[in-house]
């Protein structure tokens, strides 16, 4: 059968299950939008190409399905950038197809030209500038395939306009063969058992939980070692939920903004079981201070991860569900034997420990009864109406720290957020994408600030025309709030460039001008009744804005380059902190001992 390229890439598509694709025509890519028409999947037409990799981002994350975003050259094809590095960060499987001017016109500067595959590659697990129509179909495959496979991320394919315009034969029936590339997938047996013997000897062990749990749909494995073994659970940022926050065995999340428990559950630890997580900063603090006692377990898929920033006693490169399932094999075995004692560790003073810290160390909120609406209150309220059904999709800042902090979650891909690049902007698209990935009867809540909201609210005309009902939830303080908290603590609250008036834009207004349902709640009193109508809104998307207390900050808190032992709980710990280490300017001035001119140590 003589096709087109534009037609191989709709078929090639199909053939792989995509149910949706994000996307933006432009000219190099118009050849690929004609037979879109009768393609067998869903186009959501975004209104800015970053929304479309966000979407497909949300779309990822949500349903662990690889998302799917389509754009043309050149500028369209730059604006997928923090997507792409987003997603690299993140280990999120997105596929990129950019369209390209004509091969003959490559490296001519033409309209509308760029070196995508040279401006992505280090922002992208692959990609793949195609030279010939024949390509398409497996190179769309294999693109497909190192997404989803090994550790998960972003790939690009660039399909210049005249390749998208010739014919050849059509055929699907290749096999993917790329045999530079085969991710390790079980783990050295040797090096199982070690892990085994070290989780026995323990007597503080804690399970630090990664983002790489929920790229491999490994939650049940983590419960079942768990819970065999009576092992507290620290769960990242990118983690939440993967393991239940109600269970007793949850410590709660790690790092900068972490809770008090996880946070000394790590620096008392004297065994990390290491599980798809990296060692990033915002967990470790300063890296030399961070679990001083704890030998590491480290289980990870990438082998560049292990032993990076951590020097590791049993590293085991695999993928972390396979290597659970090994892990559960060998203990089952012995339970089998009746000789499960010899690998459970004596854990229950040490989790009554962790549970006591807890206990002494909650979040604080200091919530009137009356007025001034607290955003951390605003939070809690949203969980308490959307409940455990519904998906939380948050931006980056405060509202971010606050909604992983404060929301009990209880399963996988409950929470959506951008870990590791931070990307402000990322909610309003990623929560669209989202809620096209769970479908219309899990309730999908974008938890944004005022600052992060105005970078991507366009897409409300997105979820508009496409009629996919997201709650957007934007709690407004009238500042970028977590640079103001920088600013405040460590910048003698010497305030630059922070202010974002509460009125611009009147976001009632704007829910009009994008013809959806708007409310607004300042006062703590009116917040219930607000809720109450917004949530029975199903139909349609809806705004909500909080006008909330713009004073408030997020602790507890590392200050950055600290050690996890210098953590803060409240603002005045840093400011008691700060006055005992100034000097008193009515002090006497203290004679030097030695003097560097009379050739003392200098």
């Known amino acids: 059968m003589e096709i ?9 598509l199909e053939a792989l299950g995509v149910d949706t694709v994000f996307g933006y025509p432009g000219g190099a890519i118009l050849p690929a939008y004609d037979p879109m028409i009768d393609a067998g999947f869903e186009h959501v037409l975004v209104r800015h190409e970053q929304g479309a990799i966000h979407m497909a981002e949300g779309y990822a994350h949500a349903t662990g399905r690889v998302g799917v975003c389509i754009v043309t050259s050149g500028p369209a094809a730059t604006n997928l950038v923090t997507g792409l590095t987003d997603a690299m960060m993140d280990s999120v499987p997105v596929l990129a197809i950019t369209g390209q001017v004509a091969t003959t016109a490559i490296g001519s500067d033409a309209f509308q030209e760029a070196d995508v595959t040279g401006i992505t590659m280090p922002i992208t697990k692959h990609n793949e500038l195609v030279h010939s129509v024949e390509r398409i179909p497996q190179a769309i495959k294999e693109a497909f395939h190192v997404a989803r496979s090994g550790r998960p991320g972003p790939v690009l394919v660039d399909l210049p306009k005249d390749v ?26 040797r090096m199982i058992r070690e892990a085994l013997d070290l989780i026995a000897g323990a007597k503080r062990p804690v399970i630090y939980a990664g983002g790489g749990l929920v790229r491999a749909d490994a939650g049940d494995e983590l419960y079942r070692l768990a819970t065999t073994l009576a092992l ?5 940022l990118m983690a939440r939920g993967v393991f239940p926050d109600t269970h007793e065995l949850a410590v709660g999340m790690p790092g900068m903004h972490g809770h008090y428990a996880a946070v000394r559950a790590f620096q008392e630890s004297d065994l ?33 991860e292990i032993g990076k920033n951590r020097a590791v006693d049993v590293p085991i490169v695999g993928d972390v569900k396979v290597v659970l399932g090994q892990l559960l094999d060998v203990i089952d075995e012995r339970a089998d034997k009746g000789d499960l004692d010899t690998l459970t560790p004596d854990t229950a003073d040490w989790r009554r420990h962790l549970a006591d810290l807890a206990e002494a160390h909650p979040l604080l ?4 009864d009356t007025g001034v609406l607290k955003p951390q209150t605003a939070i809690r309220a949203i969980h308490e109406r959307w409940g455990d059904d519904a998906v939380y999709v948050a931006g980056v800042g405060q509202h971010q720290m606050w909604a992983s902090q404060l929301i009990p979650y209880t399963r996988a891909r409950q929470w959506i ?4 690049l931070g990307t402000m902007g990322f909610a309003v698209p990623a929560a669209i994408g989202a809620k096209v990935g769970v479908g219309r009867d899990t309730p999908v809540v974008a938890i944004d600030g005022d600052g992060c909201f105005q970078m991507t609210f366009q897409e409300l005309a997105t979820a508009v025309q496409h009629d996919i009902p997201v709650v957007f939830c934007v709690v407004n303080n009238g500042f970028l709030g977590m640079v103001r908290q920088w600013q405040s603590l460590f910048y003698d609250d010497r305030l630059s460039q922070v202010a974002l008036p509460q ?27 607000t ?8 139909d349609q998307p809806v705004l909500v804005e909080f006008r909330v207390d713009p004073d408030e900050m997020v602790f507890p808190m590392v200050p950055a380059g600290a050690s996890n032992d210098e953590l803060l709980e409240t603002a005045e710990e840093w400011y008691e902190r700060v006055a005992a280490q100034t000097p008193d300017p009515a002090a006497e001035p203290t004679e030097p001992t030695t003097s560097p001119a009379r050739g003392g140590d200098a």
């Open 164 to 189: 998208l315009n010739q014919t050849f034969t059509w055929d699907w029936d290749q096999q993917v063969d790329l045999p530079g590339y085969r991710p390790t997938v079980r783990g050295h047996g």
């Open 503 to 529: 009125d611009l834009p009147d976001l009632m207004k704007l829910a009009d001008a994008y013809g959806i349902p708007g409310f607004r709640v300042s006062a703590v009193e009116d917040l219930g009744a």
């Open 365 to 368: 909120v200091d919530q009137p």
């Open 4 to 12: 087109t390229g534009a037609q191989a890439v709709m078929k090639s």
């Open 232 to 236: 507290p659970v620290v769960t990242t």
């Open 531 to 538: 809720l109450e109508k917004a949530h029975a809104i199903t």
């Open 417 to 420: 957020n951008s870990g590791g």
């Open 272 to 304: 990390l079981v290491t599980l798809g997580a990296r060692f990033d900063d915002r967990v470790t603090g300063k890296l030399s201070d961070f679990a001083p006692d704890a030998q590491v377990i480290h289980v990870d898929v990438d082998p560049a």
